[in-house]
Protein backbone atom coordinates (compact mmCIF):
# COMPACT_ATOMS: atom_id res chain seq x y z
CA UNK A 1 0.00 0.00 0.00
CA UNK A 2 1.85 3.16 -1.24
CA UNK A 3 3.09 5.47 2.06
CA UNK A 4 2.53 2.80 4.40
CA UNK A 5 4.73 2.27 7.27
CA UNK A 6 6.99 -0.98 7.15
CA UNK A 7 5.89 -3.80 10.21
CA UNK A 8 9.55 -4.66 11.88
CA UNK A 9 9.12 -7.41 13.82
CA UNK A 10 11.78 -8.48 16.86
CA UNK A 11 11.72 -11.36 19.47
CA UNK A 12 13.77 -8.71 21.95
CA UNK A 13 10.95 -8.36 24.85
CA UNK A 14 13.20 -5.24 26.31
CA UNK A 15 13.55 -3.84 22.88
CA UNK A 16 10.04 -3.56 22.66
CA UNK A 17 9.64 -2.51 25.83
CA UNK A 18 11.99 -0.04 24.85
CA UNK A 19 10.00 1.33 21.70
CA UNK A 20 7.00 1.53 24.07
CA UNK A 21 8.06 4.03 26.27
CA UNK A 22 9.67 6.22 23.10
CA UNK A 23 6.43 6.32 21.56
CA UNK A 24 4.45 7.40 24.78
CA UNK A 25 6.96 10.21 24.81
CA UNK A 26 6.52 10.94 21.22
CA UNK A 27 2.39 10.32 21.67
CA UNK A 28 2.48 8.01 18.63
CA UNK A 29 -0.21 5.37 18.25
CA UNK A 30 1.94 2.57 17.53
CA UNK A 31 5.89 1.86 18.62
CA UNK A 32 8.33 1.66 16.19
CA UNK A 33 8.82 -2.09 17.11
CA UNK A 34 6.44 -4.92 17.27
CA UNK A 35 7.07 -7.79 18.86
CA UNK A 36 6.81 -11.34 17.05
CA UNK A 37 5.15 -14.22 19.11
CA UNK A 38 4.17 -17.28 17.75
CA UNK A 39 0.27 -15.84 17.18
CA UNK A 40 1.11 -12.93 15.59
CA UNK A 41 -0.49 -12.09 12.28
CA UNK A 42 2.73 -12.02 10.12
CA UNK A 43 3.45 -15.38 11.78
CA UNK A 44 0.28 -16.88 10.09
CA UNK A 45 0.23 -14.75 6.84
CA UNK A 46 3.41 -16.43 6.45
CA UNK A 47 2.39 -19.86 7.47
CA UNK A 48 -0.83 -19.63 4.86
CA UNK A 49 1.66 -18.15 2.33
CA UNK A 50 3.99 -21.55 2.86
CA UNK A 51 1.28 -23.70 2.77
CA UNK A 52 -0.84 -22.37 -0.39
CA UNK A 53 2.64 -23.31 -2.02
CA UNK A 54 1.83 -27.33 -2.18
CA UNK A 55 -1.49 -28.67 -3.72
CA UNK A 56 -4.21 -30.97 -2.40
CA UNK A 57 -2.44 -34.59 -2.05
CA UNK A 58 1.07 -32.97 -1.70
CA UNK A 59 3.93 -32.37 0.84
CA UNK A 60 7.09 -31.19 1.59
CA UNK A 61 10.24 -33.13 0.79
CA UNK A 62 12.69 -32.21 3.19
CA UNK A 63 16.72 -33.36 2.63
CA UNK A 64 18.54 -33.48 5.83
CA UNK A 65 22.17 -32.57 6.38
CA UNK A 66 24.70 -35.71 6.94
CA UNK A 67 23.88 -36.60 10.60
CA UNK A 68 20.38 -35.86 11.40
CA UNK A 69 19.40 -38.92 9.65
CA UNK A 70 20.97 -42.32 9.21
CA UNK A 71 22.28 -43.15 5.78
CA UNK A 72 19.89 -43.88 3.57
CA UNK A 73 17.23 -43.24 5.79
CA UNK A 74 13.52 -41.84 4.38
CA UNK A 75 10.71 -41.28 7.22
CA UNK A 76 7.47 -39.86 6.45
CA UNK A 77 6.08 -37.70 9.07
CA UNK A 78 2.30 -38.47 9.23
CA UNK A 79 -0.56 -36.83 11.63
CA UNK A 80 -3.58 -39.06 12.51
CA UNK A 81 -6.84 -37.69 13.62
CA UNK A 82 -9.55 -38.94 15.17
CA UNK A 83 -12.77 -36.72 16.32
CA UNK A 84 -15.55 -37.47 18.03
CA UNK A 85 -19.04 -38.06 16.60
CA UNK A 86 -19.79 -34.43 16.82
CA UNK A 87 -16.43 -33.79 15.02
CA UNK A 88 -14.28 -32.44 17.62
CA UNK A 89 -10.73 -34.00 17.61
CA UNK A 90 -10.03 -36.22 20.81
CA UNK A 91 -6.73 -38.02 19.55
CA UNK A 92 -4.35 -36.47 17.51
CA UNK A 93 -0.83 -37.87 17.15
CA UNK A 94 2.41 -37.32 15.22
CA UNK A 95 4.35 -40.64 13.82
CA UNK A 96 7.63 -40.86 12.04
CA UNK A 97 7.18 -43.89 9.50
CA UNK A 98 10.83 -45.03 9.14
CA UNK A 99 12.49 -46.81 6.29
CA UNK A 100 16.24 -47.58 5.43
CA UNK A 101 17.21 -48.30 2.21
CA UNK A 102 13.38 -48.17 1.45
CA UNK A 103 12.63 -50.51 3.53
CA UNK A 104 10.09 -50.38 6.35
CA UNK A 105 11.96 -49.79 9.74
CA UNK A 106 9.14 -48.76 12.18
CA UNK A 107 7.18 -46.03 13.91
CA UNK A 108 8.44 -43.44 16.17
CA UNK A 109 6.53 -40.90 18.19
CA UNK A 110 7.18 -37.24 17.08
CA UNK A 111 8.69 -36.26 19.99
CA UNK A 112 11.35 -39.29 19.29
CA UNK A 113 12.26 -38.21 16.17
CA UNK A 114 12.64 -34.35 16.58
CA UNK A 115 15.09 -35.52 19.36
CA UNK A 116 16.44 -37.64 17.59
CA UNK A 117 17.25 -35.26 14.43
CA UNK A 118 17.70 -32.22 16.07
CA UNK A 119 14.85 -31.27 13.71
CA UNK A 120 14.08 -27.37 14.45
CA UNK A 121 17.36 -26.99 16.17
CA UNK A 122 19.15 -27.22 13.54
CA UNK A 123 19.46 -24.99 10.33
CA UNK A 124 18.35 -26.89 7.09
CA UNK A 125 20.24 -25.31 4.18
CA UNK A 126 18.36 -25.63 0.60
CA UNK A 127 20.78 -27.54 -1.75
CA UNK A 128 18.80 -26.58 -4.50
CA UNK A 129 18.96 -29.86 -6.25
CA UNK A 130 15.82 -31.17 -7.71
CA UNK A 131 14.46 -34.67 -5.99
CA UNK A 132 13.25 -37.90 -7.32
CA UNK A 133 9.81 -38.60 -5.62
CA UNK A 134 9.18 -41.25 -7.56
CA UNK A 135 11.23 -43.30 -5.46
CA UNK A 136 8.97 -42.60 -2.38
CA UNK A 137 5.72 -43.58 -3.56
CA UNK A 138 6.08 -46.78 -2.97
CA UNK A 139 6.56 -46.11 0.68
CA UNK A 140 3.84 -44.62 0.65
CA UNK A 141 1.05 -46.91 1.21
CA UNK A 142 3.10 -48.95 3.68
CA UNK A 143 3.81 -45.68 5.79
CA UNK A 144 -0.04 -44.45 5.65
CA UNK A 145 -1.20 -48.12 6.90
CA UNK A 146 1.18 -48.32 9.94
CA UNK A 147 -0.04 -45.43 11.28
CA UNK A 148 -3.56 -45.98 10.69
CA UNK A 149 -2.47 -49.26 12.47
CA UNK A 150 -0.90 -47.24 15.50
CA UNK A 151 -3.07 -44.54 15.69
CA UNK A 152 -6.32 -47.17 16.06
CA UNK A 153 -4.24 -48.64 18.93
CA UNK A 154 -4.33 -44.94 20.80
CA UNK A 155 -7.66 -44.95 19.70
CA UNK A 156 -8.52 -48.30 21.90
CA UNK A 157 -6.44 -47.03 24.54
CA UNK A 158 -8.07 -43.84 24.61
CA UNK A 159 -11.61 -44.84 24.73
CA UNK A 160 -11.11 -47.27 27.46
CA UNK A 161 -10.39 -44.31 29.42
CA UNK A 162 -13.25 -42.76 27.89
CA UNK A 163 -15.84 -45.25 28.14
CA UNK A 164 -15.10 -45.27 32.16
CA UNK A 165 -15.53 -41.34 32.35
CA UNK A 166 -19.10 -42.27 30.40
CA UNK A 167 -20.42 -44.45 32.16
CA UNK A 168 -19.78 -42.42 35.35
CA UNK A 169 -21.30 -39.20 33.44
CA UNK A 170 -24.06 -41.21 32.73
CA UNK A 171 -24.39 -42.63 36.23
CA UNK A 172 -24.44 -39.31 37.70
CA UNK A 173 -26.81 -38.19 34.99
CA UNK A 174 -29.28 -40.88 36.24
CA UNK A 175 -28.96 -40.14 40.13
CA UNK A 176 -29.60 -36.43 39.46
CA UNK A 177 -32.69 -37.07 37.11
CA UNK A 178 -34.75 -39.39 39.65
CA UNK A 179 -33.55 -36.68 42.36
CA UNK A 180 -35.53 -34.00 40.02
CA UNK A 181 -38.39 -36.67 39.18
CA UNK A 182 -38.27 -37.04 43.39
CA UNK A 183 -38.72 -33.35 43.98
CA UNK A 184 -41.34 -33.04 41.71
CA UNK A 185 -43.56 -36.13 43.34
CA UNK A 186 -43.01 -33.95 46.93
CA UNK A 187 -43.85 -30.16 45.33
CA UNK A 188 -47.45 -32.03 43.59
CA UNK A 189 -47.96 -34.08 46.41
CA UNK A 190 -48.13 -30.93 48.92
CA UNK A 191 -49.88 -28.45 46.06
CA UNK A 192 -54.06 -28.24 46.23
CA UNK A 193 -56.17 -27.91 43.63
CA UNK A 194 -58.33 -30.72 41.55
CA UNK A 195 -56.29 -33.59 41.13
CA UNK A 196 -56.35 -34.24 37.45
CA UNK A 197 -55.49 -30.42 36.43
CA UNK A 198 -52.28 -31.30 39.36
CA UNK A 199 -51.78 -34.74 38.03
CA UNK A 200 -51.63 -33.24 34.11
CA UNK A 201 -49.22 -30.42 35.38
CA UNK A 202 -47.07 -33.32 36.85
CA UNK A 203 -46.97 -35.15 33.77
CA UNK A 204 -45.85 -32.11 31.55
CA UNK A 205 -43.30 -31.32 34.14
CA UNK A 206 -42.25 -34.99 33.89
CA UNK A 207 -41.53 -35.43 29.99
CA UNK A 208 -39.76 -32.03 30.29
CA UNK A 209 -37.54 -33.48 32.61
CA UNK A 210 -37.00 -36.73 30.72
CA UNK A 211 -36.32 -34.48 28.09
CA UNK A 212 -33.88 -32.39 29.27
CA UNK A 213 -32.35 -35.57 30.75
CA UNK A 214 -32.50 -37.49 27.67
CA UNK A 215 -30.67 -34.71 25.50
CA UNK A 216 -28.36 -34.42 28.05
CA UNK A 217 -27.26 -37.95 27.83
CA UNK A 218 -27.43 -38.24 23.94
CA UNK A 219 -24.60 -35.28 23.99
CA UNK A 220 -22.58 -36.98 26.50
CA UNK A 221 -22.46 -40.31 23.97
CA UNK A 222 -21.99 -37.95 20.74
CA UNK A 223 -19.04 -36.07 22.74
CA UNK A 224 -17.89 -39.23 24.52
CA UNK A 225 -17.98 -41.47 21.20
CA UNK A 226 -14.89 -41.68 18.62
CA UNK A 227 -15.47 -42.09 15.22
CA UNK A 228 -13.57 -45.73 13.55
CA UNK A 229 -11.78 -44.17 10.67
CA UNK A 230 -9.14 -41.24 11.14
CA UNK A 231 -8.10 -38.39 8.88
CA UNK A 232 -4.28 -38.98 8.03
CA UNK A 233 -2.21 -36.26 6.64
CA UNK A 234 0.78 -36.40 5.34
CA UNK A 235 3.09 -33.23 6.94
CA UNK A 236 6.44 -33.69 5.51
CA UNK A 237 9.06 -36.37 3.84
CA UNK A 238 12.61 -36.26 5.64
CA UNK A 239 15.09 -37.76 3.64
CA UNK A 240 19.42 -38.45 3.78
CA UNK A 241 21.48 -36.53 1.92
Known amino acids: MPGASPLILTTDA ?4 AALAQARKEERAWPALQYLWPLHPAVEWVNDKVTAVFRRHEAPV ?3 PPGMLRPHETVFVISGLIPNRRGHPLVHCWFGARFLRRRADGLESFDALVARTSLGRREIP ?3 RPIDT ?3 KPMLATAIASVREAIRAERQSFNETLRARLDDHIKRLRALRERHLSHLEDM ?3 EGG ?3 AREARKARRRREIDRLF ?3 QHWARE ?3 TEDSPFLQVIAVLRSA
Open 126 to 128: NPG
Open 188 to 190: FAA
Open 14 to 17: GAVQ
Open 62 to 64: LTL
Open 214 to 216: EDH
Open 194 to 196: LVA
Open 134 to 136: GVL
Open 223 to 225: TMT
